[in-house]
């Protein structure tokens, strides 16, 4: 029975409706001490900026739900929710607001992209100036990918509890550093620890704008946030490579230049960063008017739901770091997603690592040239785009009877096309053939690593919600892990088995992989109830 208390103005109900889901392994022993709340190592940890008029306390507007026990008594915990309506919930943030959000966090992804691609076309002046052979330049690519793929399993669980817009803000910043090394560096060692650190600062702009998306835009209007987002990611490395090429054969400009362009840019996000984003996870701004609340009642026993995984500084560790891997191990959705993915992932740095040497050998292209082939990934993001466009039309059509699955129609178009641009990409690679055969393979492979992408966020950002980031930081590390690989072994594979059978190969794997699509889109329902993490976002539902 709801009751209200008069003092507060505050609504109560009983823990059973507490709509704010916590991470599974936390049993209700484990929740926090009302004491514990205030320990230095949240403060410490807690890092968000200054809270503006619109946070003021308000006690009228704040819904609370109380754990009942029998007769109610002082020592109830009061838990803090956000009121239907209440503009502090990011989720009720304007349209514009929302949109600006969108498009800042995913301009971080374009430049993090594009710097991923670029620095592979600088070999040539990079290599001759620090002496550097070709297997410690490809290193270089390398090892941004693994820096993109491990400092997610920490950074964006720690997003979930502490806030996303300092990550980014500190993000852009370190990524903006690491790039200015890379510029001035004096020899390959350098080059190669500032591209891991990199890529570690620039994971931010992929593994959390999935979950930055899912905090403030609602299941049925995800889609074109997401495909905004998206088409940044995959044509940042065609815009990338496009300047690069013509930048890497200016002799005045060469390689160090292709950094400087990034540091420009990056500058620019660091910029926007606190002028346009504001903080969008909700459990985070809860836990501040709790705080608040706390503070101002003298009253210990308010708390938000989120605070209720905050049992110790290890248990908060242990949460953090672990969740994007359990949910990847013991989560068949994103398990079976981050395999497809990561594959996608690998084959995108394939087409990277050798368009140049393909286009050279074969065609005699020079090196401004071969960059400008990289257009066909911008070309294949846009007709990307609009596949997504109608199906956007066809999950505002099915999701009443399918749920998330609805999100699945264009992955499943996908899967078939992505072997097809393989097999015409390798088999294209002969000299009698028009260059224009390969520049095909390469517009429909992006077209379906652009969808593959925008299935994989969306649909795990409308199964896992508020554990969102997390899912994706899992299959991020699956991708990048393969993205880390996959350039190490390309130029021996091509070198032995030539671009016609190695593709090929590549392209038989990948049919192997059609069929996940298709099961997810027939059993996901039924996954998803026996999952400890989709289950809650569906019963919140």
């Known amino acids: 029975m709801q ?66 026990s029998g007769e109610e008594s002082s020592d109830e915990t009061i838990y803090v929710e956000f009121e239907d309506g209440d503009p502090r919930n990011p989720a009720n943030f304007s349209y514009v607001r929302r949109w600006v959000i969108t498009l800042t966090a995913s301009f971080f992804s374009i430049i993090a992209a594009s710097t991923s691609g670029a620095f592979a076309l600088g070999f040539p002046s990079m290599t001759r100036d620090l002496h550097a052979t070709q297997i410690e330049a490809t290193l270089g690519l390398s ?29 852009g910043i370190g990524c903006l550093l690491m790039h200015m090394m890379t510029a001035l560096a004096p020899n390959t060692q350098t080059v190669l620890a500032a591209r891991f650190f990199a890529g570690a600062f620039g994971s931010t702009s992929s593994a959390m704008v999935g979950g930055t998306i899912a905090d403030i835009w609602a299941p049925h209007e995800r889609g074109v946030p997401m495909s905004a987002f998206a088409v940044m990611v995959f044509s940042g490395p065609g815009i990338g490579c496009m300047a690069a090429g013509w930048i890497e054969q200016n002799a005045k400009l060469e390689w160090r230049w292709i950094q400087w362009i990034h540091v420009i840019w990056l500058g620019i996000f660091v910029i926007a960063v606190p002028i346009c984003m504001k903080e969008t996870r909700s459990g985070v701004l809860l836990t501040r008017l709790a705080r608040r609340l706390r503070k101002q009642t003298g009253n210990p026993h308010y708390r938000a739901r989120v605070e209720d995984e905050r049992a110790s500084l290890r248990t908060l560790i242990y949460i953090s770091c672990t969740r994007p891997i359990y949910l990847l191990f013991t989560e068949p959705l994103v ?3 981050s395999l497809w993915a990561g594959f996608a992932w690998g084959i995108l740095y394939v087409l990277i690592e050798s368009i140049g040497p393909a286009f050279r050998t074969v065609h005699n292209f020079s090196t401004g040239e071969v960059g400008s082939v990289f257009a066909a990934m911008i070309v294949g993001c846009i007709f990307g785009e609009a596949i997504q466009i109608y199906q956007e039309r066809l999950y505002t059509k099915y999701h009443p009877t399918k749920g998330p699955e609805a999100r699945l129609y264009s992955a499943c178009l996908a899967a078939v096309l992505f072997p097809a641009g393989m097999f015409i990409y390798g088999w294209c690679t002969f000299s009698f053939v028009p260059w224009i055969g390969m520049v095909i393979g390469i517009f429909v492979i992006m077209t379906a690593l ?92």
């Not at 004491?35 to 949240?42: K, V």
């Not at 090892?143 to 980014?168: A, C, D, H, K, W």
């Open 335 to 337: 398990a079976s997603f």
């Open 143 to 171: 090892m941004f990918t693994i820096g993109f793929g491990l400092v997610p399993l920490i950074s964006t669980s720690f997003s979930e509890e502490f806030g996303r817009q300092p990550l980014y803000f500190f993000s």
């Open 3 to 68: 009751t209200v208390d008069s003092s507060h103005q505050l609504v109560r109900r009983s823990l059973g409706d507490v709509h704010e889901p916590i991470d599974a392994r936390i049993s209700p022993s484990d929740r926090a001490p009302d004491a514990s709340l205030e320990e230095s190592y949240i403060r410490q940890l807690r890092a968000h900026p200054t809270d503006n008029g619109q946070e003021k306390y308000a006690a009228a507007k704040l819904e609370v739900q109380t754990e009942v």
């Open 450 to 541: 652009f969808v593959i992408y925008v299935a994989v966020f969306t649909y795990l950002a409308d199964c896992y919600g508020i554990f969102a980031s997390s899912a994706l930081a899992g299959q991020s590390l699956s991708r990048n892990i393969m993205g880390t690989i996959f350039p190490l072994f390309t130029e021996q594979l091509y070198a032995r088995l030539t671009y016609h059978w190695g593709t090929t190969i590549f392209a038989f794997i990948a049919i192997a992989m059609i069929p996940i699509p298709y099961i997810l889109l027939w059993k996901g329902p039924a996954i998803r109830a026996h999952s400890k993490f989709a289950s809650q976002v569906t019963h919140k539902r």
